[in-house]
T-cell receptor, first 114, second 114 residues
């Protein structure tokens, strides 16, 4: 089955800790994205990558970091600098490199602070 | 209209009725629109999309209507079923430029009563 796999489903972060959320896709899509979703809010873009070894900041990149070493993988690290990390994190991909295409989403990771 | 804070607009319908979910957009340059369905604790799923050269597009049990004059989009679901219960949100972008990212609405919570 082709798709986007996010893991873990639930993640807990301690004070001062960095945590990494995994996102893997086997759709052979060029672009990948990370969004943050807070209750009752629209999706907000954290980072995106249109090609391997390149990525761009989105609207709320502070306190987050990413890498794109392989086309299939786009992990997101939530650093200790992110003071309000509790949210539902969604990874997405699109077929081409343009950022104005239809997105396909993973099943999400719920991050909570202990 | 949309509520502020944590409260989503809600729509409650009886099973078998038709549902109409609305979305207002603000950017006159937007010319590509997408509807997504998001069930609780899951990632958004693509439902249907429409370009601005069309006023109406039909899918299986769903119809999207676009009124560019008043910048309004609606999603109609025919014969609503309990499995349609979810948050529905629209996204807008422009396909004319290469750097217009998707902007997401906050969504409407649809509840289908058996």
């Amino acid at each position: 089955d082709g798709g986007i796999t996010q893991s873990p489903k639930y993640l807990f972060r301690k004070e001062g800790q960095n945590v990494t959320l995994s996102c893997e896709q086997n759709l052979n899509h060029d672009a990948m994205y990370w969004y943050r979703q807070d209750p009752g809010q629209g999706l907000r873009l954290i980072y995106y990558s249109q090609i391997v070894n390149d990525f761009q900041k989105g609207d709320i990149a502070e306190g987050y970091s990413v890498s794109r070493e392989k086309k299939e993988s786009f992990p997101l690290t939530v650093t200790s600098a992110q003071k309000n990390p509790t949210a539902f994190y969604l990874c997405a991909s699109s077929i081409g490199r343009r950022v104005n295409e239809k997105l396909f989403f993973g099943s999400g990771t719920q991050l909570s602070v202990l | 209209g949309e509520s502020v804070g944590l409260h989503l607009p809600t729509l409650s319908v009886q099973e078998g009725d038709n549902s109409i979910i609305n979305c207002a957009y603000s950017n006159s340059a937007s010319d590509y629109f997408i509807w997504y369905k998001q069930e609780s604790g899951k990632g958004p799923q693509f439902i249907i999309d429409i370009r601005s050269n069309m006023d109406k597009r039909q899918g299986q049990r769903v119809t999207v209507l676009l009124n560019k004059t008043v910048k309004h989009l609606s999603l109609q679901i025919a014969a609503t079923q309990p499995g349609d219960s979810a948050v529905y949100f629209c996204a807008e972008t422009s396909i004319r430029g290469s750097n217009y990212k998707l902007t997401f609405g906050k969504g409407t919570l649809l509840t289908v009563n058996p």
